[in-house]
């Protein structure tokens, strides 16, 4: 049994073996690397409210993902600590949207190509996403529609929030949906956060009117609904 498990670890490490970089390919791979990565951040964060951590990150990354697949190129026992290594890893800050996913996946591929000498299939990779990247910033794709809002009504707690706007809304919108009902003022009113699409051509401020007279003239707040950044 043991001249078993001896022939079979032999028979993997000499399977696995060791590959030796030179010093002229690892510094050629590091510097496009490099360069990569700085097109990589002018790309995303071109016309775009970007932090200078992400800006920094996405130029970082390609050659940090380069030295990690270098090292662990035909090294089994070095993988799996590097594999465990990055296991301990978390992320602290928010999420980010899925343009924000988009590059820093490109910057792992480009990492990846490098790392493996593949310097033609990086540059190659880069150009073709980063200007596809820029050319749809000026393609007209559909916007957010203006038409959905976010509406909060404050109401005295006599009335029956279920259904009190009703037939208002009705008239101004297409949709309504009550996501959220708050008690506010040691529970004298009510606080409702509705999901609103207004009819086209209907005035806004008419439809307010309506709402504050049903519901006393207490403070209604109308504003433009809010992407979720962290929705992909």
Do not use: W
């Not at 792992?108 to 593949?118: D, F, H, I, K």
């Amino acid at each position: 049994m043991l001249n078993e498990l001896n022939l079979n670890a032999a028979d993997l490490t000499s399977s696995v073996g060791n590959t030796t970089i030179s010093n002229g390919t690892f510094a050629v791979c590091t510097l496009v690397s490099l360069l990569i990565g700085a097109v990589i951040a002018f790309a995303f964060c071109y016309k775009q409210n970007k932090s200078k951590n992400f800006l920094t990150t996405l130029a970082l990354l390609p050659v940090i993902v380069q030295v990690v697949i270098m090292l662990v190129n035909g090294n089994l026992g070095t993988g799996v600590a590097v594999a465990g290594a990055f296991s301990l890893v978390r992320f602290r800050s928010m999420q980010g949207n899925a343009k924000d996913i988009l590059a820093i996946f490109l910057a792992m591929a480009v990492g990846l190509a490098t790392g493996t000498n593949s310097l033609k299939l990086a540059v190659i990779l880069t150009l073709i996403v980063c200007a596809l990247n820029i050319a749809y910033l000026y393609i007209p794709f559909i916007e957010n529609d203006t038409s959905e809002k976010e509406l909060t009504i404050t109401i005295p707690e006599s009335l029956d929030y279920s259904d009190v706007f009703d037939d208002i809304f009705r008239k101004f919108t297409t949709n309504a949906t009550l996501d959220q009902v708050k008690t506010t003022n040691m529970g004298s009113l009510f606080k409702l956060k509705y999901n609103v699409t207004l009819k086209k051509g209907v005035s806004e401020k008419a439809f307010i009117d309506e709402l504050r007279v049903r519901n006393g003239n207490l403070e209604i707040l109308c504003s433009r609904k809010m992407a979720n950044a962290d929705r992909l």
